[in-house]
């Protein structure tokens, strides 16, 4: 059976930083690029990051940029989020996704819309940012 499982979720004070992973049974994630998405209570599903299957390439939300950092080690099958400098609007539960990304014929990698529509998604975490 193909299953993803989020774990290092917690409550956290704001300025504060997690580490979650997304680790991978029933099937190696070398071959696949994954992707972090979070889901806030009445808020539609955001992306987060995506990395490639090299872990060479990598895409970021805009709101997370330069405090998140997404990484991965395929020998122990898992990818990680690390979380920096967390807010209060980082609060949400996060997922994890297998699938694709691409690269335009200009170089650029693209892999969080592809990963959105992935059949392969972890039960989530949760992420609470408060005081």
């Known amino acids: 059976q193909l299953q993803l499982v989020e774990s290092g979720g917690g409550l956290v004070q704001p300025g504060g930083s997690l580490r979650l992973s997304c680790a991978a049974s029933?099937?190696?994630?070398?071959?696949?690029?994954i992707g972090w998405f979070r889901q806030a209570p009445g808020k539609e599903r955001e992306g987060v990051s995506c990395?490639?299957?090299?872990?060479?390439?990598?895409n970021y939300a805009d709101s997370v940029k330069g405090r998140f950092t997404i990484s991965r080690d395929n020998a122990k099958n898992t990818v990680y989020l690390r979380m920096n400098s967390l807010k209060p609007e980082d609060t949400a539960i996060y997922y994890c996704?297998?699938?694709?990304?691409?690269?335009?014929?200009?170089?650029?990698?693209?892999?969080?819309?592809?990963?959105?529509?992935?059949?392969?998604w972890g039960q989530g975490t949760q992420v609470t940012v408060s005081s």
């Open positions: 996704a297998a699938g694709v990304g691409y690269y335009s014929n200009s170089g650029s990698y693209s892999c969080l819309e592809e990963l959105r529509r992935s059949n392969y």
């Open positions: 029933g099937f190696t994630l070398d071959y696949y690029a």
């Open positions: 990395i490639s299957v090299s872990g060479g390439s990598t």
